[in-house]
Every structure is written in structure tokens, then in C-alpha cells.
């Protein structure tokens, strides 16, 4: 990823979404077009013209914590677009160590395994920054099933959402989806822009879905940690959860979600059903004679 060229698309575009009026400045002549001039975001932040102009020409080297903070205050930047802004800053003056990066992991130790499949009251799965699928418990993989199973996913929620025609029966807010995906992915991109396989996959999805040009192009970032999901599941219906995200540290870009539902709801009901089906084929395919070479 081209880390000027990102610096300075994140802070036009963030620039521009604040009007005079929001920023609490008065007059200021006829304008052109919507948002802050640049001079005026240098004044909100306490730095000079000039600083200012140079950062937003993408260049972020030597920048300090504190003087990010205050340029995230000037244009209002919410916590997730404060800490894309710091990743931002740390590609432009990466350490040593940190331009060594590490091979990435896809494998999980079985005793992660174990816990997801400790938890049989609620589908939980891993994902990496990526949104690869990389591992999940009995309840997770029937409700993922339309994506496991799906040839354009690939393991891969993204690639489920943007070049799957499924998704948008599988989300019923198939655009919230889209618009979390992509902003997911512009991310983890601020914080690992060397990542090849993460840039490869942001290509593919650019050249192959317009819709998900459209929003990569909006530079929006989130912190995916709770919220709700609907999910139209082919075998039981619909779906709505609340989900948990929790970071594992061991594994940078790791995340271990859990989806519940209200106690005595439809989904709580459903969910019991999709576990009963679940088993019931995993038992018929244990039970299921093998094939003799004769049967072949």
C-alpha cells in the first residue's frame, strides 16, 4: 500500500465530510465546496499552514503522538479513525523490527480448538485481519455453512460478501455488511500495509466488485467488536444476534467472535434447531458405511 497516497486521501476526505458551521467557525467568504480549508483545520489543531499541508500531502514522518491527537480532535475523528490515523503515522516511520514481518499464521493450536468447541451454546469462530475463516465450533460452521461451502468465498467473508450472489440472501442489511467488510479491511490495511496477502485481496475485490470500490474509495475504518447481525440461515430462517469480538494477542489480527440471542427469542429457538440438524448429519455421516471398491 502507498502510505502517502493513503495519509492523504484519509485526511482529505475527513476534511471534507466537516462543515464551517460543525467546526464552529463563523464566515469565512463564499466557497466552493463543502468542508474545512486546510488552513482552518491547522488553526483547530494548533499548528501552522504549512505543518498541516505537509501532512496532508501524505507525509507523516516525524509526526508526533500528541500532534495526531490534536489533528484527530480538529476533525473530529471517532476512536476507530484516531487509531487508523496512528497506524497511518507508524507505517511512515516503521523501526526496524517492525519492517521484519513475521510469516502469517493460518494454523490453530488445538487447544483453541478446544475452547471454541468448548462453547456449544452459541456459534463462535477465528477470523484474521484478512476475514479468512481459520477455524470455528460445531454451531459456527452449520450457521456459516452458505459461506464455507460457497466456491467464490473461499473461507473468506469478504470475498462472500462482495462476489457472492448468496450474500445478499444470507444478509438481509447485505449493504451494513458490505459497508463493515470494507471498512474492516481498510483497517487492517492502515495497520499492516506490507501485508501482501491482505493488499492481494483488496486487488482482487477492487478489479472484481464495484461495489466494493465505491466504499474502499470512502476510506472509512471501524472497530469490529460488538454490534448486531441479521442472518437469513437457508435451513432455519432468520436470524438476529448480537456478536462480541475479542482480540487474541498471541496472533496480531486475530479475532475470536461469539454470536448470542436473547433469552426465549425466536433466534434462541432457532439456533437450538440449526444445532439439532447440525448433529443429526454429523452423526448420519459417522454411522454411513464406507464404500466397498465394488460400489465405486
Known amino acids: 500500500m502507498d502510505n502517502q497516497a493513503e495519509v492523504r486521501d484519509f485526511l482529505r476526505t475527513r476534511r471534507d465530510r466537516i462543515t464551517p458551521e460543525q467546526a464552529g467557525i463563523v464566515g469565512g467568504g463564499r466557497r466552493r465546496l463543502p468542508g474545512l480549508r486546510r488552513e482552518e483545520v491547522a488553526m483547530l489543531?494548533?499548528?501552522?499552514?504549512?505543518?498541516?499541508?505537509?501532512?496532508?500531502?501524505?507525509?507523516l514522518a516525524g509526526v508526533s503522538a500528541e500532534v495526531l491527537d490534536a489533528l484527530a480532535r480538529a476533525l473530529r475523528l471517532d476512536e476507530a479513525e484516531t487509531e487508523h490515523l496512528h497506524d497511518l503515522a507508524r507505517a511512515a516511520n516503521p523501526s526496524p523490527a517492525r519492517r521484519r514481518s513475521r510469516p502469517a499464521q493460518s494454523t490453530v493450536r488445538p487447544s483453541l480448538q478446544r475452547f471454541l468447541d468448548a462453547i456449544t451454546?452459541?456459534?463462535?469462530?477465528?477470523?484474521?485481519?484478512?476475514?479468512?475463516?481459520?477455524?470455528?465450533?460445531?454451531?459456527?460452521?452449520?450457521?456459516?455453512?452458505?459461506?464455507?461451502?460457497?466456491?467464490?468465498?473461499?473461507?473468506?467473508?469478504?470475498?462472500?460478501?462482495?462476489?457472492?450472489?448468496?450474500a445478499r440472501t444470507f444478509y438481509p442489511q447485505w449493504e451494513r455488511a458490505a459497508d463493515a467488510s470494507a471498512a474492516n479491511l481498510r483497517t487492517a490495511a492502515?495497520?499492516?500495509?506490507?501485508?501482501k496477502d491482505l493488499t492481494d485481496l483488496i486487488g482482487e475485490l477492487a478489479a472484481r466488485s464495484?461495489?466494493?470500490?465505491?466504499?474502499?474509495?470512502?476510506?472509512?475504518?471501524?472497530?469490529?467488536?460488538?454490534?448486531?447481525?441479521?442472518?437469513?440461515?437457508?435451513?432455519v430462517g432468520d436470524l438476529e444476534f448480537v456478536y462480541e469480538g475479542v482480540e487474541l494477542p498471541d496472533h496480531p489480527g486475530w479475532m475470536m467472535y461469539a454470536y448470542t440471542s436473547a433469552t426465549g427469542s425466536p433466534t434462541e429457538e432457532r439456533v437450538k434447531l440449526l444445532g439439532s440438524l447440525a448433529a443429526t448429519a454429523a452423526d448420519a455421516q459417522a454411522t454411513a458405511p464406507a464404500l466397498q471398491p465394488d460400489d465405486r
Open 210 to 235: 464495484d461495489a466494493f470500490s465505491s466504499r474502499w474509495s470512502a476510506h472509512a475504518v471501524r472497530l469490529h467488536r460488538t454490534g448486531t447481525k441479521h442472518i437469513h440461515h437457508p435451513d
Open 45 to 59: 489543531a494548533g499548528m501552522s499552514s504549512d505543518y498541516y499541508a505537509k501532512m496532508e500531502r501524505g507525509n
Open 190 to 195: 492502515g495497520r499492516n500495509p506490507r501485508d
Open 121 to 166: 451454546g452459541a456459534p463462535a469462530w477465528i477470523v484474521n485481519q484478512r476475514g479468512d475463516i481459520l477455524a470455528t465450533n460445531p454451531l459456527a460452521r452449520a450457521l456459516l455453512a452458505p459461506l464455507l461451502t460457497d466456491p467464490d468465498a473461499r473461507d473468506n467473508s469478504a470475498r462472500f460478501i462482495f462476489l457472492s450472489p448468496a
